[in-house]
Structures are given as C-alpha cells and as structure tokens.
Antibody, heavy 126, light 112 residues
C-alpha cells in the first residue's frame, strides 16, 4: 500500500526557519517524483515544486522559486520542504503527493498526483 | 488567480446529477494535455478522483465520470449522495511560463 506520511503541525514566528518532511512507503520512492502543494486557509491548491529523489532533480513553480527549497533523502525515503525565513503569508496547509506519469516522462502533459500525504499545517505568527 | 476556471459552488438534491466545469486555455487543456480531478472532503487531504480525463482509480464509484472537449473539461456526479459533499479540483499541465502543474480554484459541492 502506497503511503505518504508527513511530519506534524508547526507553529513558528516570522523570520524563523523550518523544514517539514514527507516519508514514502509501499513503492519505489527513489524512482517516483514527489510534489509539494500549498493550500492557504479556505483557498485552493497551488503547485509549488517537484523532486525526483533518485538524483534530486527538482522543478519549481515560478511563484515559489527562491522562496522554498525542496530536497530528498532516498536512503530514508523522505522528501523535505524548507524555508529559511518564514513570513506570516506562509501560513497554510502543505501537502506532499506522488506524481504519476507515463513512459514519456513527467513533462509529457499527462501527469497527475495519485497519492497524497495527510498534510502539515504551518502557522506563522508573532 | 487560478489558471483553470471552475464555478465556486454547485448544489443538487440527493439522487440528482450535477456537473462541474473546468475551463482552461490553449496552453493547457486546449493543447491536448490531460485533465484530472480531485475530491477534498472537509478537513482531509485531496484524493485522486478521475485521472487522464475519464479514468477512475480503484475504489472510486462509477457515479463519478469525466470528460474533456476543446479547452474545457467536466466532472459529472450521478445519483448524488450526502457523502459527496466536498470541494472538487481540476488539474492539468500548462506549457506557459506561469506554472507547469496547474489547478482550478475549486468547486464546493453542496448536497441539499
């Protein structure tokens, strides 16, 4: 059974750093792209970026490039999302999700998020 | 602002049929890229409902179906049930510089 288990809720102050995690099991973690998706309170889903744990190749949404860092440790089947200096506007639920694609690759236009983590709530407040 | 446009809300009585539209452009749905749908029950993570336009993952009832035409796609739910009350999101791929994996703004389905 494919599972993505995320780290617990965090409460931080503006300017602090944070790293949240997403541990995969039940499939070949190193061979599947993992994405991060933000959901602000009461709002929709926003794609942030993806990473291929096998070689740590990553692609960021222009909206999040330079704002966050996505990484992975394939030896422990875990992906990470980190901030160096949080802002109040980073308050949101963050989901990791496996990106499924066809044999033509992740950018062939058919890829979708087939399994999702339970979410990590990040609250940034002074 | 979301690249894919969905109605903010739809509603229907139990047993009825409802549809949710998802309108894109020539850089995403109109370019031939697939559309996928997710269901988000209150307080839970999204789950895949329809993939590659009209395919249901194992465990999704056949009351849910998807279609795509031109620059738009639709999710249809027949035999509406109270447990279907949730937020629904469409997703596609976009070849412009804005973002690659794009979502609609979401539609809140209310079962009357």
């Amino acid at each position: 059974e494919v599972q993505l288990v995320q780290s617990g809720a965090e409460v931080k102050k503006p300017g602090e750093s944070l790293k949240i995690s997403c541990k995969g099991s039940g499939y070949s973690f190193a061979s599947s792209w993992i994405g991060w998706v933000r959901q602000k309170p009461g709002k929709g889903l926003e794609w942030m970026g993806i990473i291929y744990p096998g070689d740590s190749d990553s692609i960021y949404s222009p909206s999040f490039q330079g704002q966050v860092t996505i990484s992975a440790d394939k030896s422990i089947s875990t992906a990470y999302l980190q901030w160096s200096s949080l802002k109040a506007s980073d308050t949101a639920m963050y989901y990791c999700a496996r990106l499924q694609h066809d044999s033509y690759g992740v950018m062939s236009g058919v890829s979708y998020f087939d399994f999702w983590g339970q979410g990590t709530l990040v609250t940034v407040s002074s | 602002q979301f690249v894919l446009t969905q109605p903010p809300s739809v509603s229907g009585a139990p047993g009825q049929r409802v549809t949710i539209s998802c309108t894109g452009s020539s850089s995403n749905i109109g370019a031939g890229f697939d559309v996928h749908w997710y269901q988000q029950l209150p307080g839970t993570a999204p789950r895949l409902l329809i993939y590659r336009n009209n395919n249901r993952p194992s465990g999704v009832p056949d009351r849910f179906s998807g279609s795509k035409s031109g620059t738009s796609a639709s999710l249809a739910i027949t035999g509406l049930q109270a447990e279907d009350e949730a937020d629904y999101y469409c997703q596609s791929y976009d070849s412009s510089l804005s973002a690659l994996w794009v979502f609609g703004g979401g539609t809140k389905l209310t079962v009357l």
